[in-house]
């Protein structure tokens, strides 16, 4: 099982490889260098999770329509070439609004649609596989070996990208982002092959076949509404992570303008804040089967929330040393939280449905990035705007992203995880309605 949960990791982070580039350095240029507007870059950042709504139907594509035998590698494949094709297309989006706004916007619709798209089929159908091929016993475990080698991955990216755009050039940046995704591609390459057993009959297909047929969004999304844990685990989903992913696009840019950091050094925050998440999931890892999964994450965010606090607080007092320590203890307290709530996440789905529940919290992660990040963006202008202060947007950001994290940890406490199989196993309305229209 080792050699596939480290399989697992190479997808895990081929696709977390793509993101990088665009959330840290291509953000951090668009709104110092480039001047462009902080709610334009978000927007545009967050464009991908416009598609998240589709995560919940390929979950479940995925379950009822198997490509050559296989579930989901040609959905992972898929959705790993088109991360690559959004990322060597982003740079130059971004130059390219710089002298012509509508065209620029025109081929970063483009540029971050793809990675959307790539992203919501990939993610979905390599969480499902991560489920199905561990066991419930073997999740937590696949879930450490996931983020940990992801994480890794994000450091090594990050050193690599200030090391490949010292000095800075337009030029060097596009060749950078066209490095990172080659060396993504082949990792996920490498890491799908031989992954998941082929199905060589029709029989093998119906044994793990869901009994829901030919369902539409809606009514998928109607399914997974009509469990009260499983709606109530995605609102929590949602809060929390919209604090906690929604920050990408505001720290690099906030090191430039509070502390005057150049791109190299800002590049430089991903790899501090991804060393404090990896000690986070080693701490997670020793943990795992001694404290419980909801106590776990709400140490985390208690982490988290302090970190937020932190760096808000250094943009008052500009001072480095506060923002580094707020850093540090927001990367632990992500890497907490993650590990543990993924754990919960995959708790949180029923055999027969791994495809759709396991799309369902997918797309509360889109959401939230989306949420997150336009809101994020949205409010640091209007904030600098009324404040003719920078950095007073900035602060205010990270302060409504505390709060969200406050509201999560109110919440953490009424989720029960045997309340929502308890309801899951109940027929919902379509079930019913299946079954009455089958009795007359």
């Given at each position: 099982m080792l050699r596939k949960r480290i399989q697992l990791g190479?997808?895990?982070?081929?696709v977390a490889m793509t993101l990088v580039p665009i959330n840290s350095t291509l953000n951090r240029v668009m709104i110092k260098e480039l001047?462009?507007?902080?709610?334009?870059?978000?927007?545009?950042?967050?464009?991908?999770?416009?598609f998240a709504p589709i995560q919940v139907a390929i979950g479940s594509l995925s379950d009822r329509h198997p490509l050559l035998g296989y579930r989901r590698s040609p959905y992972i494949l898929l959705g790993l070439v088109l991360c690559v094709i959004g990322l060597v297309l982003s740079p130059q989006a971004a130059f390219l609004m710089a002298e012509n706004l509508w065209a620029g916007i025109a081929l970063g619709v483009l540029a971050f649609g793809a990675w959307g798209m790539g992203y919501n089929f990939s993610a979905v159908c390599y969480l499902s596989l991560a489920t199905e091929l561990s066991g419930e016993k073997g999740r937590g475990k696949t879930v450490a070996v996931m983020w940990f080698m992801m994480i890794v991955s994000i450091i090594v990216t990050a050193i690599g990208l200030s090391r490949m755009i010292d000095p800075y050039t337009p030029e060097a940046m596009i060749r950078a982002f066209w490095v990172v995704?080659?060396?993504?591609?082949?990792?996920?390459?490498?890491?799908?092959?031989?992954?998941?057993?082929?199905?060589?009959?029709?029989?093998?297909?119906?044994?793990?076949?869901?009994a829901s047929e030919g369902q539409s969004w809606k009514t998928l999304a109607r399914a997974v509404l009509e469990n009260r844990q499983a709606t109530f685990f995605f609102v929590y989903l949602t809060l929390l992570l919209a604090a906690l992913l929604g920050q990408d696009i505001l720290l690099e840019p906030f090191?430039?303008?509070?502390?005057?950091?150049?791109?190299?050094?800002?590049?430089?925050?991903?790899?501090?804040?991804?060393?404090?998440?990896?000690?986070?999931?080693?701490?997670?890892g020793a943990l795992e089967g001694r404290v419980a999964k909801r106590?776990?994450?709400?140490?985390?965010?208690?982490?988290?929330?302090?970190?937020?606090?932190?760096?808000?607080?250094?943009?008052?007092?500009?001072?480095?040393?506060?923002?580094?320590?707020g850093l540090v203890l927001l990367g632990i307290g992500s890497g907490i939280s993650t590990v543990s709530n993924l754990s919960l996440m995959f708790d949180m789905t029923t055999a027969q449905k791994v495809g759709l529940f396991i799309g369902a919290w997918g797309m509360s992660n889109a959401i939230s990035r989306l949420l997150g990040s336009v809101l994020g963006g949205a409010v640091r202008d209007a904030a600098s705007q009324i404040a003719n202060n920078p950095l007073a947007g900035y602060v205010i950001v990270f302060g409504l992203e505390g709060l969200f994290v406050l509201v999560s940890l109110f919440m953490l406490g009424?989720?029960?995880?045997?309340?929502?199989?308890?309801?899951?196993?109940?027929?919902?309305?379509?079930?019913r309605a299946a079954l009455i229209t089958d009795a007359g």
């Open positions: 190479m997808i895990h982070l081929a001047a462009l507007s902080a709610t334009l870059v978000a927007v545009l950042a967050s464009l991908p999770y416009l995704g080659g060396v993504a591609l082949v990792l996920g390459l490498a890491g799908l092959v031989g992954l998941e057993p082929r199905m060589r009959s029709a029989a093998e297909f119906e044994k793990g076949q869901p090191g430039g303008e509070a502390f005057g950091m150049a791109v190299k050094e800002t590049t430089r925050i991903t790899s501090i804040w991804g060393g404090s998440f990896l000690v986070a999931l080693l701490i997670s106590r776990m994450a709400f140490w985390g965010g208690v982490g988290a929330l302090a970190g937020f606090a932190l760096i808000a607080a250094s943009g008052l007092l500009l001072n480095t040393s506060v923002f580094y320590t009424r989720i029960d995880v045997k309340a929502f199989r308890k309801q899951a196993e109940q027929p919902g309305l379509v079930e």
